[in-house]
């Protein structure tokens, strides 16, 4: 009996990454457990330059474990970012919100979005907070529109749970190492099947050490409906970065 395997191409190996725009990174230094000094966060940067990323959303935690990210801290460490940016590169600070007891809270003061008023928010991957649903409900009724960061990694979420989501309209999005088992293999086989029902919206490399980007992109391999998928989501990054005001920050 013949098997057909269908091949599958190195990322690397595809145009996906040229121009790329990446909605969800920890780049900002010594904030969150992301680059840990100036000179790592340079060095991401470089190397993301290298393999296409042209556009950053900066996302760093916003939780009750980061008390010191406040609005302020943050812009000032966006700003020395932003001075040692490679040319032709534009960085973008938003946030990434974890929905816990402090949430409403930190709501109540400047909030770090998207365009549009789309925030990035996430729960902790063992077990969604007392009031998961109804921080997403309250934030629709003021103006937001919430972003489900990697919904693959929650591990207390089934199928029903992600049909529900969707059909209140919140938007998921990937962290595209999923893809290649960086999180683990159930991670993985949730991202591919909920990439293959479409309910991803975008696509992020929720970056956090250079290590762990090379390795993720050392074994991500695409077959080429999987290529036209992500490449779906990298164009509706694009479309986000495009879709409102953002000021001009190319170095």
């Known amino acids: 009996m013949l098997t057909w395997i269908v091949p599958k ?3 690397l190996y595809t145009t996906l990454l040229e121009g790329m725009t990446d909605v969800h990174a920890h780049l900002l230094p010594g904030v969150d457990g992301g680059s840990e000094s100036l000179m790592d966060s340079m060095a991401a940067l470089k190397r993301m ?14 939780a009750d474990e980061c008390k010191n990210n406040s609005p302020e801290l943050l812009q000032a460490k966006y700003s020395i970012l932003k ?6 590169m534009e960085l973008y600070l ?7 007891s402090g949430f409403d809270a930190r709501k109540r003061g400047e909030i770090l979005t998207f ?14 907070p007392e009031r998961f649903l109804t921080f997403l409900f309250d934030l629709v009724l003021e103006g937001y529109k919430p972003v489900i960061a990697h919904p693959e990694l929650y591990r207390y979420m089934t199928q029903d749970d992600y049909y529900f989501l969707k059909d209140k309209g919140y938007k998921f ?8 088992g960086l999180y683990g293999k159930l991670s993985r086989t949730v991202a591919r099947n909920l990439l293959d029902k479409g309910f991803y919206d975008y696509v992020g490399s929720d970056f956090r050490r250079l290590g762990d980007y090379e390795k993720g992109l050392k074994n991500l ?10 490449g779906e989501l990298f164009e509706n990054n694009d479309s986000l970065w495009h879709s409102g005001s953002l000021p001009k920050q190319i170095i």
């Open 115 to 128: 365009p549009g008023k789309q925030i990035l928010v996430e729960t902790s991957c063992s077990s969604a």
């Open 49 to 62: 330059k290298e393999v296409g990323v042209k556009r950053i959303f900066l996302t760093p935690h916003i």
């Open 9 to 11: 191409r190195n990322i």
């Open 173 to 180: 999005q990937l962290n595209l190492f999923s893809l290649a």
């Open 83 to 88: 001075e040692c940016c490679p040319p032709d």
């Open 94 to 100: 938003a946030g990434e919100y974890m929905l816990d």
């Open 221 to 230: 391999y695409l077959s080429a409906n999987r290529i036209r998928q992500v």
